[in-house]
């Protein structure tokens, strides 16, 4: 028995063929250049996204620094208040400061002790 299937291919199936093969390759390479806009445009989003969380955070670090500062300088503030006022207590009443100093002593001197 002789083959007579269809495993020749005519000049029009080769012709067929390699312009599906074209057609492929086309569309292949398209694929390829929408890919790589794609990847480009999502890079161009990632670092606006890192620029504005990284301008975002050094604005709360500046804002905390100032609020720090502030805070420094109130209880600079209120340390030098309650100096001024712990002197004039003293120059008030010199026998009550004195009392007082020689109390505190005596109880550290008691708390010393008896460790």
């Known amino acids: ?3 007579t299937g269809s495993t020749a291919r005519t000049p029009e199936s080769n012709e067929q063929m390699q312009a599906d093969n074209a057609r492929l ?5 398209e694929l390829k ?9 999502i890079g161009t989003i ?4 890192y620029e504005d969380l990284r301008d975002r ?11 720090g500062a502030a805070l ?3 209880a600079y503030e209120r340390a ?7 002197e004039r207590s003293i120059r008030e009443r010199p026998l009550a ?6 109390g505190v002593g005596y109880l550290v001197g008691l708390i010393s002790r008896s460790r």
């Open 1 to 3: 028995m002789a083959n």
């Open 25 to 29: 390759q086309s569309e292949i390479a």
């Open 33 to 41: 250049a929408e890919l790589a806009r794609l990847s480009s445009t």
């Open 46 to 49: 990632a670092n606006r996204r």
């Open 57 to 67: 955070a050094s604005g709360y670090a500046e804002d905390f620094a100032r609020q």
């Open 72 to 74: 420094r300088d109130q």
């Open 80 to 86: 030098g208040v309650m100096e001024q006022e712990v």
């Open 97 to 102: 400061a004195v009392a007082i100093a020689a």
